[in-house]
């Protein structure tokens, strides 16, 4: 038996001669751990079998797993491997963000690589690639080019997680009609099916791990299989003909990633999934410009216009000139516009061939409206609803994101509506199929987009789109996306609307895989201003509403109510104006998955500092060290607060606007009612 260990890139190997009958080495261990030594992954072949565990701070996370991919024609990329060769390397590197929750992003971590080829001169290679960071660790498949390999059709994903306990998860279930829009359940492992990623676990009491990938680029997105005692397998979403991924040698899959924490705020102060993708492809990103927007969309949720023509047609030309005056007067960059383009009318779902994205309504003139903006500082947000027919909308992309381009639209909102296996593709046969919303049809259909968007300088908001896996990173207009149950289920029936809960579990979910466009803000709690609304309201708190604007990221933050209810309450809108949406620093200072959520966040190029505390249906007082902000200073804290008597159901609108002067050293008591929130700005006093 034999051990070297490379101290520098954190690499030990192990050799193991002994067998029964006395033949070579049937087992070959690598070992690679973070720069801190806290986490380390082992791989292992035995029998011919890649396999890895991983453990934290000497402890059992997950056990031995199997690796590797099932290829068509029986061919497996999973057995009869020998180790050829290994690689270690380290990196420590600080890059910018053009936008994001913090401005420079350490990437950290140490690499191991393996090669591994089956007997014979035929014998297929397989590399697998392992980074270990602090934050947690990550693999994927690379599958060199090689003779008698060049078409690779993958049948089956191997790829295991073996759990080193049932763990308490916080999950929602995949394979289900309504994508990536389901409140959460919090069980063991062992009371779900096939869950979508992130899905985060409790695996002790001071250890918290998120499993979900990275770089997901012309492949089929992963859920997690529960495939008996405490073993999760990768499910990969198949096409229609039942194959999960088309391609070429060579070529990668994404990373496969468990981010690790000692609390769950720790999950959230992680960029290992940014770290794990490409810089950015866009050269010249002066153009991409995050922002605050309005527009014509609540009220089409509220019943009180609709999105098809007719006498209530929210998106005519007089109507959006008032909100692009609300816009411009308030301090908003832009004005969102749904139902204004041909298609609308009738079940937009079933018929999403009918749509035209450069065809307006007759009350609906988008060059006034856009040359009416631009005279006044506002730009419009475009809406590309595709309900699912993909030919038809990549048949028009190109002309649509040139007609924007010359108007100067700077933003487009994205909708994929339609449910199940429901997405349209015309086969090689000319024959209509249908695909998983999650597959790598779909993936493929998102990349095309992101890439036309930006050769036009457009921005992209996509809502029921492909989960976010770091790639806002080497595509930055790619801005936010939906993927998660957002505000507009609160506004429909009382049945459908988010529990309190809600927000304070896409913390510690959802949001670990990057921004959302939840479309927060909402005034009018008890939905006054809707027809046929009275036993409906917001499952919120007015102060926890703005307390949102810091705890859940956006680059592009809608104000979404109409602008009547800000006008009626300017000294709370005032939080909403000042809040930015592009950070310098980030810090998760406390929380409980599904319970309460602390974050504080300082403004990019700016001393302010902003924090939002969110509760669920119960009430708290937390005590807040301010050690954040900089020492040495006087801060006015500008608090906007749940009142004494505020009651997410009984007395939402109840709110309070304080001042107080604080500093570094204070303790900040934070009382927060049922289902209530409270948002802080602390604005420097030295500041002239």
Not at 79 to 95: G, N
Not at 119 to 144: C, K
Not at 425 to 449: F, K, L, P, T
Request: include cysteine.
């Amino acid at each position: 038996m034999y051990r070297f260990t490379l101290l520098g890139c954190g690499l030990s190997l192990l050799l193991s001669s002994m067998t029964a009958s006395g033949r070579e080495a049937v087992a070959t261990a690598l070992t690679v751990a973070s720069p801190s030594g806290a986490n380390i992954v082992h791989f292992a072949v035995e029998e011919g079998r890649p396999t890895y565990s991983v453990t934290r701070n000497g402890a059992d996370l997950i056990g031995a797993s199997r690796m590797g991919m099932e290829l068509a024609d029986g061919v497996s990329l999973a057995e009869r491997f020998e180790l050829i060769d290994s690689q270690a390397a380290s990196a420590d590197a600080t890059w910018s963000q053009p936008w994001g929750e913090v401005h420079k992003v350490r990437d950290h971590h140490n690499e191991l690589r393996v090669e591994l080829k089956q007997p014979g001169d035929g014998g297929l290679r397989l590399v697998i690639v392992f980074r270990a960071f602090d934050d947690g660790v990550a693999f994927r498949y690379e599958i060199p080019e090689q003779p008698g390999l060049k078409k690779v059709v993958i049948t089956n994903e191997v790829t295991e997680f073996a759990l080193a306990g049932d763990w308490p998860a916080w999950w929602i279930p995949a394979y289900d009609e309504n994508r990536y829009e389901y409140v959460y359940s919090h069980t063991p492992v062992s009371e779900f099916r096939v869950v979508h990623t992130p899905v985060t676990m409790q695996a002790g009491e001071r250890t918290f791990v998120s499993f979900h990938e990275a770089a997901l680029v012309d492949y089929s997105s992963m859920a997690l299989r529960h495939v008996g005692d405490h073993k999760l397998k990768a499910d990969l979403f198949p096409w229609s003909d039942g194959v999960l991924v088309r391609g070429e040698a060579p070529m990668k899959s994404p990373w496969r990633t468990i981010q690790i924490a000692d609390t769950p705020s720790g999950l959230v102060d992680s960029t290992m999934i940014l770290n794990l993708n490409e810089p950015s492809k866009i050269a010249d990103t002066s153009w991409i410009e995050p922002g605050k927007y309005v527009g014509v969309w609540w009220e089409m949720h509220v019943n009180r216009a609709t999105w098809g023509s007719g006498e209530r047609h929210g998106a005519t030309t007089e109507n959006v000139k008032r909100y692009i005056d609300f816009a411009a007067k308030y301090g908003f960059k832009g004005v969102l516009v749904e139902g204004w383009n041909q298609g609308w009318d009738g079940d937009w779902i079933q018929n999403g061939k009918l749509f035209s994205f450069t065809k307006s309504y007759p009350d609906f003139d988008i060059a006034e409206l856009s040359r009416y903006g631009a005279e006044r500082g506002v730009s419009l947000i475009g809406h590309h609803e595709t309900a699912g027919a993909i030919p038809n909308y990549e048949s028009q992309m190109e002309d649509a994101f040139a007609l924007y381009e010359r108007l100067g639209v700077k933003t487009v909102k994205t909708g994929y509506v339609m449910f199940g296996e429901g997405e349209e593709r015309i086969d090689e046969n000319g024959e209509e199929v249908y695909e998983w919303s999650h597959g790598q049809y779909m993936v493929q259909h998102h990349q095309r987009v992101i890439e036309t968007a930006a050769k036009h300088h457009v921005m992209i908001v996509a809502h029921e789109a492909i989960k976010d896996t770091g790639l806002r990173r080497t595509w930055p207009n790619f801005m936010s996306r939906e993927c998660a149950r957002g505000q507009e289920y609160n506004a429909w029936s009382g049945d459908s609307r988010n529990p309190p809960e809600h927000e304070a579990i896409l913390t510690y979910t959802r949001m670990l895989s990057g921004p959302m466009d939840y479309t927060p803000g909402v005034f009018d709690i008890g939905l006054e201003s809707g027809v046929d609304r009275d036993n409906d309201r917001i499952p919120s708190t007015l102060a926890k509403q703005l307390a949102l604007y810091v705890v859940l990221y956006a680059p592009m933050q809608m104000a979404c109510d109409l602008p009547a209810a800000y006008e009626s309450q300017l000294d709370a809108f005032q939080f909403i104006r000042d809040v930015p949406t592009d950070w310098e620093k980030t810090v998760a200072i406390d929380g409980v998955i599904g319970d309460y959520v602390v974050t504080a966040r300082k403004q990019r190029g700016a001393e302010d500092w902003f924090l939002g505390a969110i509760s669920d249906e119960e009430a708290r007082t937390l005590e807040v060290p301010l050690a954040f902000l900089d020492p040495g200073r006087k801060y006015e804290a500008q608090i906007y607060r749940d009142a004494d008597d505020a009651d997410w159901l009984r007395n939402p609108t109840a709110y309070e606007v304080v001042r107080e002067e604080v500093d570094s050293d204070a303790v900040f008591t934070i009382k927060l009612a049922p289902g209530g929130g409270q948002a802080v700005r602390f604005k420097p006093l030295d500041e002239h």
